[in-house]
């Protein structure tokens, strides 16, 4: 009874132990049953993830031998998983002055689980090395308690590519805003500066452009141009105006206002930031040109209507050939009619019939439009010589100087200046010329260093200077060869060397003999050899101031000649036009010395009618041949009579030998032609009386 007892209460003590340990084991079982289920689908997943990645996957054991690797890693490296198992990765497939740091880098962090990053280049064949960023961390397998290498490789070729023309774009950016020539800004919402160049500082004033920045736009910006200013960019903040322009007064740094374009627009470099991005330009140097313009343009208007002669211009059409005078000009001045005797108002009507080229003699057109052609053909600039009819009182001579400049479209633009040279061109032909040209002498050449030592000279510069050779000369100082101008010598180079050149400057020196020598010199300052020289051309215009001095005495004795000859002098046209005539022929032909009535008329219109075939025969022989005989005719006076004179007549010729004018001098035979008349009444007298007496003596 108590061992039944015993085993029954045993049985009831031990079947809920045996139950819950019973539990506890089935339990246990299905939780391994799922862990290993959950394992093996992680793996799965895991194998999976590894072989669609596109991210290079690989696990290394502690000694950096391959594990596992993906197709990711077989494309890289073109090779297969097989293949690569159990290569040391570091030695194997890393750059190979990188792959023992990088293994020794892995196996010193074996214990430590924190991620450490390194990049290296893929050689590929057949194209630029793929940029590779691996991201690696140990861990431990519980399976077997080891420590791997996990490594996670993304290929970050075009990421690093895009980088590094961002990184150029942004430097070739900044290198543009530093370097460009015009001075740039940027300008936030509130008026404050953010990015300024070193033209933007130098424009204000600044040293440096870091000292403008945060400063308000508003106080560069003259009081007096604020609230322009102001109203402009709230148009362009607005989108009411697509650009800013704007010609501003700026304050600079030191106080002084300076002029600028400013040229702005508005830029977004992030969503809802909109800044001004602004470009100056220095324009203080036009302003105060367009205000010396203004004053310039004031000046000139006073100087035109006080010029002498007369000041135009004309607008060609393109490929007109004709000449510029014969259309109606765009301006004229009214100089225009003391020249040719009619108002300037008439010149200047489209409709009008009157053009200054109708007024220019037949003969002389042809030149002119030489000349304008010329002009057209080189550098714009001619200078000519004619005749123009001036009203009823004859012919003046205009001298031209114009200068015609094409336009983009290719019509032309004509501006020129008209002088009266009559008095000049009578003078002219009053006087024998001398003239030396440049041409027709030996130019002396020289060339000094920069202390007045001279380098080369020229044959010609010694004979003009009176040195024996080009020998003598050399290696001496210029002041040695003109002692008593040294500091002629001394200040003549200085000029040189400061200017960069002197261009026409005429110098006197005394030579040593004593002689005067007049030199026209040019010289400019080169660079040769390693070594600043003066290079220097002179041309002796000795025999030209002796002329000139020459030219003058004869003038003066011509002129005297020409106003207290008792004889009658005229010069005329070709076509017989009295262009000149001095007291005496005035007088001839009972004109008053200050009458200029005369100049101008055709010597027929003062010859009586009798006598024009006299003229016509005189006038065929000095076009033959230069002069004519000796020949008498009569002269029709002022007051209607006539007087007997007796003409000689000679071809005046230009330097070139071309026929000018004709010289014809006069001599009033009133007196011999008394005598002759008295001469031949009294030999008439004497045939009579012989006559008579030789009848008297028949008859008795």
């Not at 740094?253 to 702005?264: F, I, P």
């Not at 010329?433 to 030996?442: I, K, N, P």
């Not at 000369?473 to 200017?499: D, K, Q, T, Y």
Request: charged share 25%; aromatic share 6%; proline share 3%.
């Amino acid at each position: 009874m108590s061992l039944v007892l015993l085993l029954t209460l045993s049985l009831l003590l031990v079947t809920p132990v045996c139950g819950l340990l019973l539990w506890l084991w089935l339990r246990a079982r299905s939780h391994a049953a799922e862990m290993s289920a959950t394992l093996e689908a992680s793996e799965a997943r895991t194998r999976q993830m590894m072989t669609v990645a596109e991210l290079a996957m690989v696990v290394l054991d502690d000694g950096c031998h391959v594990v596992d690797w993906n197709p990711a890693l077989e494309k890289l490296h073109d090779c297969s998983r097989e293949e690569a198992l159990g290569q040391q990765f570091f030695l194997r497939y890393a750059p190979p002055d990188e792959g023992a740091a990088l293994t020794a880098r892995a196996m010193a962090m074996r214990s430590s689980d924190e991620v450490f990053e390194f990049t290296y280049n893929v050689p590929v064949d057949n194209g630029s090395p793929r940029i590779i960023h691996w991201r690696a961390r140990h861990f431990t397998d519980p399976a077997d308690n080891r420590r791997y290498l996990s490594l996670v490789g993304n290929d970050v070729t075009i990421l690093e590519s895009a980088l590094m023309e961002l990184g150029g774009s942004e430097a070739r950016l900044r290198l543009m805003f530093e370097s460009v020539p015009v001075a740039l800004a940027l300008i936030d919402p509130e008026g404050r500066l953010r990015m300024i160049n070193s033209e933007c500082a130098r424009f204000f004033g600044f040293d440096a452009p870091e000292q403008m920045v945060a400063l308000n736009v508003q106080e560069l910006i003259h009081p007096d141009d604020r609230a322009a200013s102001a109203m402009a960019l709230a148009a362009v903040r607005a989108r009411a105006e697509p650009l800013y322009q704007m010609e501003t007064c700026y304050l600079r740094r030191d106080g002084v206002s300076r002029w600028g374009n400013a040229r702005g627009v508005l830029i977004e470099l992030s969503p809802g930031q909109n800044f001004f991005l602004t470009q100056i330009s220095d324009v203080h140097e036009r302003k105060q040109t367009e205000r010396a313009l203004m004053e310039s343009e004031r000046r000139l208007a006073t100087l035109i209507a006080n010029l002498s002669g007369a000041v135009y211009r004309y607008e060609l059409p393109a490929g007109r050939s004709s000449l510029h005078h014969d259309g109606t000009p765009e301006f004229l001045s009214n100089g225009v009619e003391a020249m040719t005797g009619q108002a300037q108002p008439l010149f200047m009507h489209r409709e009008s019939t009157h053009s200054l080229g109708k007024l220019i003699q037949e003969e002389d057109r042809p030149r002119v439009l030489q000349a304008l052609e010329r002009a057209m053909a080189g550098d714009g600039r001619f200078e000519v010589t004619y005749r123009l009819q001036h009203g009823s009182s004859g012919l003046r001579w205009v001298a031209e100087h114009g200068l015609a400049w094409q336009r983009p479209d290719g019509s032309w633009t004509v501006d020129g200046h008209l002088v009266d040279i009559t008095a000049e061109r009578q003078a002219r032909d009053a006087e024998q010329v001398y003239r030396t040209l440049v041409a027709d002498t030996h130019t002396g050449y020289l060339c000094l260093s920069a202390s007045g030592r001279i380098l080369e000279v020229n044959q010609p510069y010694c004979a003009m200077f009176g040195l024996s050779g080009p020998e003598s000369a050399h290696g001496r100082l210029l002041e040695e060869l003109f002692p008593s101008h040294v500091n002629l010598a001394r200040g003549f180079l200085e000029i040189v060397l400061r200017e960069g050149g002197v261009h026409d400057a005429e110098l006197s020196y005394t030579r040593q003999d004593g002689q005067m020598v007049y030199a026209l010199t040019n010289a400019i300052a080169v660079q040769e050899g390693g070594q600043r020289v003066v290079k220097c051309l002179l041309v002796d215009m000795t025999r030209t101031r002796r002329a000139e001095r020459a030219r003058k005495e004869s003038e003066q004795r011509y002129r005297s000649l020409f106003n207290t000859s008792i004889n009658g002098i005229c010069f005329l046209s070709l076509d017989g036009h009295i262009e000149e005539a001095n007291p005496a022929l005035c007088n001839l032909l009972g004109f008053a010395e200050a009458d200029t009535s005369l100049l101008g008329m055709n010597l027929k219109e003062v010859t009586a009618a009798a006598w024009q075939e006299v003229d016509a025969r005189a006038r065929e022989q000095i076009l033959i041949r230069g002069w004519c005989d000796s020949y008498r005719k009569e002269f029709s006076r002022a007051d209607g009579s006539t007087v007997p004179v007796s003409i000689q007549a000679w071809m005046v010729r230009d330097e070139n030998e071309a026929p000018q004018r004709i010289m014809c001098m006069v001599t009033d035979i009133t007196s011999l032609r008394h005598m002759e008349e008295e001469r031949d009444a009294l030999q008439r007298g004497l045939h009579q009386a012989k006559q008579l007496g030789v009848v008297q003596t028949r008859g008795e």
